[in-house]
Structures are given as structure tokens and as C-alpha cells.
């Protein structure tokens, strides 16, 4: 089927990294051609752990660029910030009231970051049911995201046959998209770990706008296993199975195919990190000449707001208007 809508959301907490790249950027990228595109960069999500205000406008203005960069085109999807479109907060709420506390109580994602945050925010419990408005407000087909966010998307379908049912045909109900491989990248250092900007040691971390010199390093210097068999099995050999799945994102040969070329793990390391290198080279040359002119990045997201605005308006008033509301 083509022209279908696609949406997918991105926190602007920190610089993006490889994991966010592989897992979800490129799928962002791929999905724009052919589709009805909306990418948002969702900062009212990114509140949900306490930000310095200075921080949280830089990283929204970089991330709408290293977006850029990395191949979205402003004039064949539409990019925005989340904050800029009232209705995701508005239909936040609505979606509040159809969420059970049971169900987000069984939020994995909410337990690892709650355990890892002194002060855990009530938006932090919450924060898939604003997740779900993200993606019904724009009557989505397709959702692209990494593998961990599996259980937001099942909840936010969930929730949308409940709307549906409780009052009347509301919502489109959305299917997620996840890359077959690369969906879960790990962490260099601790290969049992996903990547994550959260990580304890920056050595397993590589950033999409990281210097190739450092990249280098720490795939040279990356966890594998004391045996010496090149051999794609994530579960007995997380280690190794990692580099070959990012090899395969990067490269779209397969991990099981790769594997049967390598019989060191020093070459294969060295060959991921120059394919990693030479992937990410043109996104931060084009992030370097984006950066020049933020104006330019913020009057693109004004006006990708714009358009989303139209789409959101439409919906919100379909789904307060079958609640009950009185017409304003
Ligand atoms: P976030 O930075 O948490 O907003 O994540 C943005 C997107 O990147 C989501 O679709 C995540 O599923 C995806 N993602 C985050 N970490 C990883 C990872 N380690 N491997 C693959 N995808 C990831
Ligand atoms: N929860 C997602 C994450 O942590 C970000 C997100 C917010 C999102 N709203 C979304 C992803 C809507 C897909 C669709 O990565």
C-alpha cells in the first residue's frame, strides 16, 4: 500500500546516538518517500525528567538538524516540536482518562527510569499515555521505532480500540515498524545493555556526531567474548552478534552472511567502525553547515507545525466532540 501516514516521535534529551540512528532515524528517512511523513521531536515527553531550560532548547534545535542531516526533508514530511502543536497535551488528557494506572504501573521503561531519577515526576508514570495522543492525532498507518518501544505502541493500540470502543469509530489503529536488524543496539562495553545516552560508562556510547577518532577507539576497544569465532548468536554472543548487526544496518548485508567472512574479531571490529565512520561522515558535514544558520532550523519547524496543527486540529475535535464535549 503507499501514502500511507507514518509518525514517529524523538526525545531531545542529549545528541542522538547510533542506537537512535540505526534503530529509528533511518527507517524515519526510508518511510518519507511514497508516505505522508510526520516527524516530531516530542520536548513535552522530554520534561518528564527534570532539564535545564537552556539545554532543552539547544537539543531540540541540534536534534531538528542532525534530523536534517541525516537525510529528512522538510519538504517531504513534515518535522516539528511537539510543543508547538496544543493538541498533543490536550489529547494527552483524554487519552489519560482511557489508560488504566494498572496499565502504565506495567510500563517496563517507566520502571527503569523511575528507579533511576530521584524526583520520578507524575508526567514520567504518564508518559505513554501522551505518547499514544502523539500517534492518534495524526490518524497513523505506520509508527518506526527501535525494539523498546514494543510495549508503548501495543499500549497506545490498546487504548485506541478502547476510545473506539467506549465512542464510536475514533481512532485509527497504528502498527509499529521495527528494522529487522539494528532494532536494538547494545552498548559497546556491556553488550547485555541497549545503547543509551543513560549509559554508565561513555566507552560502550558512540554518537552520531562523535569524532571518527574516538568512534574508532572504542570499537577497537569493544566487549566481545575469550573465544575466537566469528558467529552471529545474540543470545550466547551479545558481544560480537552486536557488531555484526550493526555492520548489517550499515552495510544491508546480513549479520549470518557477514559472519562467515570474519575469522577475527580485530578485523571485524575495525571494519564496522570505518563503515560506522563513513555512514555518519555526511550527516555531520551537513549538521556542521546546518548548524551555521538556527534561525533557518527554527523557521522550518514553525512551519512543520503549521501543517501538523491542520491534521491535529481535525482529529482533536473528532475525538473531544465524540467524548461528549459541548462545541466551543
Ligand atoms: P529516544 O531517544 O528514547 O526518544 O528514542 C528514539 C528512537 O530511537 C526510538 O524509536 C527508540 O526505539 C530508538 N532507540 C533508542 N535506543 C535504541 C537502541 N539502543 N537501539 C535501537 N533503537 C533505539
Ligand atoms: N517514547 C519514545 C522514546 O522514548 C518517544 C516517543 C514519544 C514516540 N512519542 C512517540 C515514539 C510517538 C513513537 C511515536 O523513544
Known amino acids: 500500500m503507499t501514502n500511507q501516514r507514518v509518525f514517529s516521535g524523538i526525545q531531545p534529551s542529549g545528541d542522538p546516538h547510533l542506537g537512535n540512528y540505526l534503530g529509528a532515524i533511518q527507517n524515519y528517512v526510508h518511510y518519507q518517500d511514497g508516505n505522508d511523513a510526520v516527524y516530531c521531536i516530542v520536548d513535552l515527553h522530554a520534561v518528564t525528567t527534570q532539564r535545564d531550560p537552556e539545554a532543552l532548547r539547544t537539543d531540540t534545535l541540534r536534534l531538528a538538524q542532525v534530523l536534517i542531516a ?3 526533508d522538510p519538504e517531504n514530511c513534515i518535522l ?4 508547538h502543536v496544543p493538541q498533543h497535551a490536550q489529547l494527552g488528557w483524554l487519552m489519560q482518562a482511557t489508560t488504566s494506572f494498572g496499565e502504565l504501573n506495567r510500563m517496563t521503561q517507566f520502571k527503569d527510569k523511575g528507579d533511576r531519577t530521584e524526583f520520578v515526576s507524575s508526567a514520567l508514570f504518564s508518559y505513554p499515555a501522551l505518547q499514544a495522543a502523539d500517534i492518534l492525532l495524526y490518524d497513523t498507518n505506520i509508527v518506526p521505532v527501535g525494539d523498546d518501544q514494543r510495549q ?20 485509527v489503529i497504528p502498527e509499529h515498524v521495527i528494522p529487522p536488524v539494528a532494532a536494538r543496539v547494545m552498548d559497546l562495553q ?3 545493555d541497549k545503547m543509551s545516552k543513560t549509559a554508565e560508562a561513555d566507552n560502550g556510547l558512540v ?17 566481545t567474548d575469550s573465544e575466537d569465532e566469528v558467529r552471529f548468536d545474540p543470545e550466547h554472543k551479545a558481544g560480537v552478534s552486536n557488531l555484526l548487526s550493526i555492520l548489517s544496518a550499515v552495510t544491508g548485508e546480513t549479520p549470518t552472511d557477514l559472519a562467515e567472512r570474519y575469522t577475527q574479531y580485530g578485523r571485524l571490529k575495525v571494519d564496522t567502525a570505518e563503515a560506522v565512520i563513513e555512514r555518519l561522515r555526511p550527516i555531520q558535514e551537513r549538521f556542521a553547515e546546518l548548524s551555521s544558520d538556527p534561525g533557518e532550523t527554527a523557521r522550518v519547524l514553525s512551519a512543520g507545525a503549521v501543517k501538523a496543527r491542520e491534521i491535529a486540529e481535525d ?9 461528549g464535549f459541548l462545541p466551543v
Not at 482529529?315 to 467524548?323: D, G, I, L, P, Q
Open 80 to 83: 516539528f516540536a511537539q510543543s
Open 152 to 171: 508503548h505502541l501495543e499500549l497506545s493500540r490498546d487504548v485506541a480500540q478502547r476510545f473506539n470502543s467506549r465512542y464510536g469509530d475514533t481512532f
Open 190 to 192: 556491556r553488550p547485555e
Open 207 to 223: 554518537m552520531m556526531l562523535e569524532d571518527p577518532k574516538s568512534i574508532e577507539k572504542k570499537f577497537k576497544r569493544a566487549v
Open 315 to 323: 482529529v482533536y475535535s473528532r475525538a473531544r466532540s465524540n467524548m
Open 70 to 72: 541525516s537525510g529528512l
